[in-house]
């Protein structure tokens, strides 16, 4: 059952992770237009990344949530955040 | 990536003064920097915004509650054989959802009909913005 509901979640949040890199980037209005304004290069690599980085942080953050039993247990919303925060900065690149 | 435009990500962050400094130092690496680090700097911001984080929150108890919505919808597929039985039984219960031998299309349209009974069931609060990515995200990881 935990495999199944692991995998649901690792593709759930690697859409909604890539979903907010790529709003922050194109829908900010601060951002966008200097996106806009990068070379197709530029812009596909960034694409690319945004699209490994949301793998990267899905399967890392799945892994922690496993590894602390709350795929089967309910943490706290305090739980969920303080260990969402630390796996980002993890992958931020103040780290 | 274009079609992704619409929201404003500046109305949903808000403008705290570290959000706003992130937001700047994401700027700033846009151009001048590789995409690794543009996108590194990015996932700062998103580690410092109290909605992203929340939203994060809240795609945990989504998967939970999807996971279990699904799983009785497939066992239903596997019942009846008819992948929109399985779909109308989803819709009229509000809580089964086809998910390997629906249409993406029909996946779609039963989140959509759905949402409000799965934030329900989820126990989560959201605001526009946040329902648009975790039903995006919910339809592609179930279709």
């Known amino acids: 059952m935990t495999d199944d509901l692991e995998n649901t979640m690792r593709k759930l949040y690697r859409n909604v992770i890539r979903d907010l890199l790529v709003s922050?980037?194109?829908?900010?209005?601060?951002l966008a237009p200097d996106y806009f304004a990068l070379s197709g290069k530029k812009q596909d690599d960034i694409e690319k990344e945004i699209d490994a980085k949301s793998v990267e942080i899905s399967d890392d953050l799945v892994?922690?949530?496993k590894q602390r039993e709350f795929l089967e247990k309910q943490p706290s919303d305090k739980e969920l955040q303080d260990l969402i925060?630390?796996?980002m900065r993890r992958?931020?690149?103040g780290k | 990536m274009g079609s992704r435009r619409g929201c404003d990500f500046a109305v949903?962050?808000?403008?705290?003064?570290?959000v706003t400094e992130a937001i700047l130092q994401a700027r700033k690496t846009l151009s001048s920097k590789p995409a690794r680090i543009v996108v590194a700097t990015a996932v700062d911001v998103l580690a410092i915004s109290n909605p992203s984080i929340a939203t994060l929150v809240a795609a945990y108890k989504i998967?939970?509650?999807v996971y279990q919505v699904s799983k009785a919808a497939t066992e239903n597929y596997e019942k009846t054989g008819d992948p929109k039985k399985a779909v109308a039984a989803?819709?009229?219960?509000a809580l089964k959802i086809g998910v390997s031998e629906v249409t993406s299309q029909t996946v779609g349209t039963t989140i959509d009909i759905s949402w409000s009974v799965i934030k329900g069931a989820a126990g989560i609060t959201t605001n526009e913005f946040q329902d648009r990515?975790?039903?995006s995200a919910v339809k592609n990881t179930l279709g």
Not at chain 1, 24 to 30: A, C, M, N, P, Y
Not at chain 2, 90 to 93: A, D, L, R, S, T
């Open chain 1, 85 to 87: 925060k630390e796996v």
């Open chain 2, 63 to 65: 998967s939970k509650t």
């Open chain 2, 12 to 18: 949903f962050t808000g403008r705290g003064g570290q």
């Open chain 1, 24 to 30: 922050e980037i194109l829908g900010h209005k601060d």
């Open chain 1, 63 to 65: 892994s922690e949530l």
């Open chain 2, 90 to 93: 989803g819709v009229k219960q």
């Open chain 1, 91 to 93: 992958h931020g690149a």
């Open chain 2, 133 to 135: 990515v975790l039903t």
